[in-house]
């Protein structure tokens, strides 16, 4: 399977609320969320499916209300404006990497596969991995490691990948597990993936990219319009309950000239929803999901 949607049931009821409307699905990967999209859809509805990674375009449905779209959804209200939408009633994102992606050794996302370091989810766009590893300063890699990873030794792992490029540049996954594994602390399964996760978030700007993404659903959706977010971390699932309370990313709300705050949206569930103990026995990916859905006010 390409990839098993998570929290399928959940995010797709809270997200359709008017079978006639307009949808977005910004992480369309395999296109499981979409497919059940479309049925909870009427003949009149439509639905736009985001994603940069040529291999999910294979998975796009032959339905005349479906749309793919190539691109990044950090460029969503332009791409949508292209097909003369300015205005949607529902997007859903699931910010997870795809298994497809994680099990395609060539891509370097796994830490169990041997393989380029390449990480690039667009893989027209020119950063990747070994760039990071190679290129990047002392002061640069351990802020990347100790901002999108908490890795707990990150200035000792820079350092060690600093004094080993110069003769061993790293190209391949095993190249920095052999470093890493070395350096380990805790739990070594957990170091190692906090490890790539900090050099995937950067390779891809992953929370640059979901900044922009969340301003730019506040523009697009229509009044009651929701926005279904499954997040996979801590740094992802910050920025959607910060923006949600506040509107902003700092997680304080703003205050106007009257003392009114500059609310976007409301939340529709207090906190979050995690999926059931049911699908993380069949899809252990699901294990760390948060989801949380929010309406346009």
Sequence with gaps: MYHQPVMLKETTNALVQIPDGVYVDITFGGGGHSKKILELLSPKGRLFGFDQDSDAQKNAPKD???????????????????????????????????????????????????????????????????????TYSFEKLVD??????????????????????????????EDLLSVAKELARGKEVRYLAQVFQAIRIEVNDELGVIKEFLIQAGEILKPGGRIVVLSYHSLEDRLV??????????????????????LIFKPVIKKY?????????????????????????
């Design 144 to 173: 990347i490691f100790s901002k999108y990873g908490e890795v707990i030794n990150s200035k000792m792992l820079a350092r060690k990948i600093e004094a080993i490029r110069t003769e061993h540049p790293f190209r391949t996954t």
């Design 64 to 134: 005349d209300r479906f749309t793919f779209v190539k691109a990044n959804f950090r460029h969503l209200k332009r791409f949508l404006k292209l097909h003369n939408i300015t205005e949607v009633d529902g997007i859903l994102a699931d910010f997870g990497v795809s298994s497809h992606q994680i099990d395609t050794a060539e891509r370097g996302f796994s830490t169990r596969f041997d393989g380029d370091l390449d990480m690039r989810m667009d893989q027209t766009s020119a950063l990747t991995a070994s760039d990071v590893l190679n």
């Design 241 to 262: 309950k910060n923006y949600v309370k506040a509107a902003n990313f700092e997680g304080e709300p703003e205050k106007d000239f009257f003392g009114h705050s500059k």
């Design 273 to 297: 929803e995690e999926a059931s103990a049911e699908e993380i026995k069949e899809n252990p990916r699901a294990r760390s999901a948060k989801l949380r859905v929010a309406e346009k006010i």
